[in-house]
Structures are given as C-alpha cells and as structure tokens.
C-alpha cells in the first residue's frame, strides 16, 4: 500500500510541475502575443525609416549633389568670413548660426541660417564664396525619416514616448519570444536552429518566425539598446547615472583658471555636438573690452588644436557667449568639443573622446554604431539587415496569427489556469517595468483596464478569449 501512495505521490507531483510548466509557457506566450499585435505597427515603422537613415550620407550626397559638391577649384579657399557675407548679401534677414566644414575638397561649406523663425543650410562654394543655394533644414529627405524614427513625424513629447515604449517592449518580446522558441523535448536542429522548409501552413510560418528572431535577437537588442540613449525617459536616466558616476564625461577637461558658474548647456547653443558632451556647461567669455574674433582666428585655433574636419563651427550667442568647436559625426575617436571665449580666443574648455569616462565611451561608440558609422559600409548593410529581418520577424508573426485566429476571436493563447504562476508572471515583468519606466506604466496601465473594463464587457470579453 505504501509504495501504491508512493507512487501516486510522484505521479501528482510530477503533474503538477507539468503544470506549471504548461501554465508558464501559456501566460508568457500571453504576454508576447498582446505585446506584438500592439507593437507591431510602431516596430515597423522604426525598422523602415531606421534602414533608410542609415545611409544618410549617400542618399544625401545623390539627392543633392549639385548643392553638396562643386568642382575642386585649387589648394586657397576663401576666408569664412568672406562667405558669411555672401550669404548675408543674399539673406539679409537671416541670422548664421554656425558653419560645418568638411574633410573632402569638393564639398561645400555649409551654413546654418536662421530666418523667419525656420532654420536652412545654405550651401557656398568654399574657393570661390558663390552660394549654390539653400534647403530648409526639417525638409531634408532624411531628416523626414529621423523625425518618423524618433517623434512618428507628429512630434511633441507624447509620439517620442510611444516610439520609447515600443523599443522597451521590443526587448520583452525578444525575452519572451527565447522562452517560448527554447528547445525543450527537441533533439533535432530543424525548427528551432534552421526552419523546416518542407512544411506548410502555420508550421512553417512559425519557423520562419521563430529560427530568425534567434539568429538576430542579439542584433535586435544591441540596436535597441544603442538608441535609448536619445528617448526621453530612459536617456535621461543613462545621462544621469552617468554624471552621478563619473563615468559620462568631465565638467572643464584641459582647461586652466576659475570657470564662471552657468547653468546654459552645450546642446542648447551649439550644432552637431557628441551626446557625451551635451550637458556640458557652457563658460562665459570675458568682458568685451576687446574686438570680437574673426571667423578666420577661430578656425586658426581650431587648426592649432587639431580638430580634425568635419566640424561645425557654432557662433556666440550674446555678448558672453562663446564660440563652441564641436565634431561629432567621424569616428567616435574623433569626437572633440571645445568652447573658445569670442574676444580673447582662450579655449575655456576642451573635452575630446579621451576624456569621457566608460560609459560616455561606451555609449558615444553604440551611437556611432546604431547610425552606421562605427566601421563604414559594412556597418550600414549589417544595420540594413538587421533592420529587414526585424520587418520581416513581424510579417511573418502575422501570417502565423492569422492562419491560427479562430474567427470571431483574437485568437489570444488560452489563459493559464495557474493563477500563481500567473501572479508571479506579473511580478516579474513589473520588475523590468523599473528598469523601464515607460513600460511599467503601461503594464499597470493595461491591468486595470483588464481588470475593471474589458473584464465587465461580455462581447468584447469573449473576443479577447
């Protein structure tokens, strides 16, 4: 009798982990359903425009190359100063901003114009000063693609959140989407390494779903992870576990004497800055007994300190302002910001790659790679790649939906009858929730609608079953 009970004993116990087993993989594969079929949309759309701005520089260089290029016209350029004027001649109006010069011969020298409350890139032939024309800037074809990347072309704080939401939940599709793919009482490498392509119907979509999403959710994270840097709320947080750690950058690196208090940043009064230095408090030049600096003493001093081309040279802004030295699209080695006091031309401040601390490195090399600029050509195809089998993960997620979908219902994953499992579940992916704000919210935010709405609906109820 006892080793009857013995075995029933066992036999219970090995259902019951069956069980829970059972009830793990239905309430995770849950959780990934409701996350794709929402995301979804918001994922292709970062995928697209993201495999279009990776290759800024060629499609710009090919759209408008009769503005970006002229003809190499001898080893004498004309003084910046002389090329303000002209543009100035043209645009009375406008005020410049700031000027980029570049490392090949043949482009232009671009300079940034702001008019009538709109910022334009007027472009001027860097031998002969003749200004070959303008485009405003937020009309650049890429920059329509930067704008549906990072703010769904609507802008504002609300389109920029929801792009942030769906990268964090990307990463709990990805955790998921590995639970749910893992190899479990499956010996062989077909459907789980390489799909069966002998098969049909759902079978083979499945795999066409799952075998690739292994092979690139590496990639898939590290290009999410390298872009969080500029959302909102999980950017900010990096930016200041960064300074709270020393690990981002140096308030006044390679520079002498007392530094005036401010509280104005590097980003708001200067262009093309390197993340790691954005946050930089901008120094104040002395009194203005003396004459302002030319534009030709400023890049002579930029020169001087070894700022590689392509940099942009933003002007001062008001009588303390100071001319701000910055390169941030080479490589991040490269990176160099430098604020320099517009009369008496001492560098207040000069923060290169060198000086950031580990995180600031870290991160300025993910930016670098994200944009496909890290280590050339092969880069942007890795990134376009990565970027097609994200588009074509989703594609293939809804074929597999909809040969599955019962008609009527959504066709969601049967709900677990283990509300413990359920709970314990929830507890985690409320855990991720405080790695990521955004998704944590949204977590709370649809338990309540479930529980208090959806819940009390009848029709709508049994079309979510």
């Not at 329509?144 to 939401?165: D, P, Q, Y």
């Not at 940099?311 to 390169?327: D, R, W």
């Not at 790679?369 to 994200?390: D, K, M, T």
């Amino acid at each position: 009798m006892e080793v009857v009970k013995a075995d029933k004993n066992e036999q219970k116990e090995k259902q019951s982990k069956k069980q829970v087993k059972v009830s793990l993989f239905q309430i995770v594969w849950r959780w990934h359903f409701y996350a794709g079929l929402i995301f979804a949309p918001f994922l292709i759309i970062l995928a697209v425009s993201g495999s279009v701005y990776l290759f800024k520089p060629q499609i710009e260089s090919t759209l408008y190359k009769d503005l970006y290029y002229i003809q190499e016209e001898g080893s004498s350029t004309s003084n910046p100063s002389a090329q303000v004027a002209n543009v100035k001649g043209i645009y009375p109006e406008g005020i410049v901003t700031s000027l980029t010069f570049h490392d090949d011969p043949t482009r232009t020298t671009e300079i940034s114009l702001m008019e009538n409350g709109q910022t334009s890139s007027v472009f001027v032939n860097p031998y002969s000063g003749e200004v070959m024309g303008s485009l405003k800037k937020e009309e650049k074809f890429t920059e329509i693609f930067k704008k549906l990347h990072s703010e769904l072309i609507v802008g504002g704080t609300v389109a920029n959140r929801l792009v942030e939401l769906a990268a964090c939940w990307a990463v709990i599709l990805l955790i998921t989407g590995l639970y749910i793919w893992w190899p479990r009482n499956r010996s062989s490498i077909w459907g789980t390494i390489l799909p069966r392509f002998n098969k049909k119907g759902r079978t083979f979509w499945r795999d066409m779903h799952a075998v690739p999403a292994f092979w690139l959710s590496l990639f898939i994270l590290i290009l999410i992870a390298t872009g969080l840097p500029w959302s909102g709320v999980m950017g900010e947080q990096i930016k200041r576990l960064a300074t709270s750690t020393n690990t981002g950058y140096p308030p006044f690196a390679h520079s002498f004497g007392e530094k005036p208090e401010s509280i104005i940043k590097t980003k708001d009064v200067a262009e093309n800055v390197p993340w790691a230095t954005e946050n930089l408090t901008v120094p104040a030049s002395s009194s203005n007994d003396y004459l302002p600096l030319s534009l030709e003493d400023v890049t002579f001093i930029a020169k001087n300190e070894e700022i590689g081309k392509p940099y942009t040279l933003s002007m001062p802004k008001g009588e303390q302002g100071v001319y701000t030295i910055a390169t941030s699209h080479t490589k991040p080695g490269d990176n160099a910001t430098l604020h320099v006091d517009q009369y008496t031309g001492s560098v207040l401040s000069d923060v290169r790659f060198a000086d950031y601390g580990i995180m600031g490195k870290g991160i300025t090399m993910g930016i670098a790679l994200h944009e496909g600029r890290l280590f050339g050509l092969a880069n942007q195809i890795i990134g376009l790649l990565v970027c097609l089998g994200l588009i074509g993960l989703v594609i293939s997620s809804i074929i597999m939906w909809s040969k599955r979908k019962p008609k009527g219902k959504l066709g969601a994953p049967a709900k677990p009858k283990d509300e413990k499992v359920t709970r314990i579940v929830f507890c985690i992916m409320l855990a991720m929730g405080i790695l990521m704000p955004l998704v944590g919210i949204s977590i709370l935010f649809v338990f309540i609608v479930d529980r208090f709405i959806l819940s009390k609906i009848k029709s709508l109820k049994t079309w979510l079953s």
